[in-house]
């Protein structure tokens, strides 16, 4: 028996035990660690890529934790690449300025986004112009819709070859947009998980599921909470990636009643969606709000 080292990605867990997708062959093991881990009190996390050792079977051993790119906190997962956020303006008619904070807070994590406007069969031509008009240069913009498929390949696309994590508001679609992409997403969770789930166990940590035509996707939304904790008063202005902060009169510019401020002057000029500026503003407010209240 050959037993070479390859290399895997953490898909999930089940209490001590974890499943590793061979990333050559799309093969999945079912791991222990190396009881090195525990001695050295690391533990890989879902999302890692690892060097595992296939036992027998479908078994295996992890035997190393390779470097990780990114580590997000909730849900806890390695390597996302990006984060798609997915919103409506009806049937929910999100509000811009959740819209913006959840932007606010991928931007914090210094993940790349891909906004995604679902439900465009409900939509007049001009709301989606107006909503482009905002969003479009600032960062990739699908217009989807799961009912129609309108713009569902083009999705699937981004998908492709990475770990994404889906964010939105309850009920603009995010469930439906997955159906749209891979209709076995949700049953996709091979052979071994059904022997497990067979017996008592269950995992608890998030789960990568594999997308058909290539890529992963975290099977618990992003972002649950909109909560801008630990997000300094300074920093804020950084993370509207269209504001030109060095070009206010004072550095330290925070955009608010400063004179000669570039950024008000851009808003003025209509150079600058209002809604972006004032969903800054009332963001901005609730952090200084906090910090001054704390004691
Ligand atoms: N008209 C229309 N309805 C849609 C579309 N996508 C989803 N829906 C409907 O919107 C409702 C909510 O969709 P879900 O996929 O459950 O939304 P979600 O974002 O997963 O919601 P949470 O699980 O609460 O976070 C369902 O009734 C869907 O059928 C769409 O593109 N067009
Ligand atoms: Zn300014």
Same mark, same amino acid.
């Given at each position: 028996m050959t037993s070479k080292r390859r290399l895997g990605v953490v898909l999930r867990f089940y209490s001590n035990l974890l499943v590793v997708e061979? !990333?050559?062959?799309g093969k999945q093991y079912l791991c222990k660690l190396r009881g090195k881990f525990k001695k050295q009190g690391i533990r890989p996390i879902t999302g890692d890529t690892v060097e595992f050792t296939p036992i027998h079977g479908d078994e295996g051993v992890v035997e190393n934790i390779l470097h990780r790119r990114s580590e997000l =906190?909730? &849900?806890?997962?390695?390597? $996302?690449?990006?984060v798609i956020v997915v919103t409506t303006? /009806?049937? &929910? %008619? $999100? &509000?811009l300025e959740i819209l913006d904070r959840f932007i606010v807070l991928v931007e914090r994590e210094k993940l790349p986004l891909v906004l995604v406007l679902n439900k465009?069969? #409900? #939509? *007049?031509r001009d709301e989606i112009t107006e909503f482009e008009k905002i969003y479009g240069n600032l960062y990739p913009l699908v217009k989807t819709s799961? $009912?129609?498929? *309108?713009g569902i390949s083009e999705l699937k696309e981004y998908l492709q070859g990475k770990i994404s994590v889906f964010a939105g508001m309850?009920?603009?679609?995010k469930s439906s947009l997955l159906n749209a992409i891979d209709e076995n997403l949700k049953l996709r969770t091979g052979e071994i998980s059904e022997k497990l789930e067979r017996g008592r166990h269950t995992t608890t940590t998030a789960q990568l599921l594999r997308v058909r035509d290539g890529g992963w996707v975290v099977d618990t939304p992003g972002f649950a909470s909109l909560e801008l904790e630990g997000i300094e008063p300074e920093e !804020? /202005?950084?993370?509207?990636? @269209?504001?030109?902060?060095? =070009?206010?009169?004072? &550095?330290?510019? $925070?955009? #608010?009643? %400063?004179? @000669?401020c570039f950024v008000k002057m851009q808003v003025m000029k209509g150079k600058l969606p209002r809604s972006r500026y004032e969903s800054y503003v009332k963001m901005l407010k609730e952090i200084q709000e906090k910090a001054f209240r704390k004691p």
């Amino acid at each position: 028996m050959t037993s070479k080292r390859r290399l895997g990605v953490v898909l999930r867990f089940y209490s001590n035990l974890l499943v590793v997708e061979d !990333l050559e062959t799309g093969k999945q093991y079912l791991c222990k660690l190396r009881g090195k881990f525990k001695k050295q009190g690391i533990r890989p996390i879902t999302g890692d890529t690892v060097e595992f050792t296939p036992i027998h079977g479908d078994e295996g051993v992890v035997e190393n934790i390779l470097h990780r790119r990114s580590e997000l =906190k909730k &849900p806890s997962v390695a390597n $996302v690449d990006q984060v798609i956020v997915v919103t409506t303006l /009806r049937k &929910p %008619e $999100v &509000p811009l300025e959740i819209l913006d904070r959840f932007i606010v807070l991928v931007e914090r994590e210094k993940l790349p986004l891909v906004l995604v406007l679902n439900k465009i069969d #409900l #939509l *007049e031509r001009d709301e989606i112009t107006e909503f482009e008009k905002i969003y479009g240069n600032l960062y990739p913009l699908v217009k989807t819709s799961a $009912v129609t498929k *309108e713009g569902i390949s083009e999705l699937k696309e981004y998908l492709q070859g990475k770990i994404s994590v889906f964010a939105g508001m309850s009920g603009v679609g995010k469930s439906s947009l997955l159906n749209a992409i891979d209709e076995n997403l949700k049953l996709r969770t091979g052979e071994i998980s059904e022997k497990l789930e067979r017996g008592r166990h269950t995992t608890t940590t998030a789960q990568l599921l594999r997308v058909r035509d290539g890529g992963w996707v975290v099977d618990t939304p992003g972002f649950a909470s909109l909560e801008l904790e630990g997000i300094e008063p300074e920093e !804020l /202005r950084y993370l509207f990636i @269209e504001f030109e902060n060095d =070009k206010c009169f004072f &550095p330290d510019c $925070v955009h #608010l009643d %400063e004179p @000669e401020c570039f950024v008000k002057m851009q808003v003025m000029k209509g150079k600058l969606p209002r809604s972006r500026y004032e969903s800054y503003v009332k963001m901005l407010k609730e952090i200084q709000e906090k910090a001054f209240r704390k004691p």
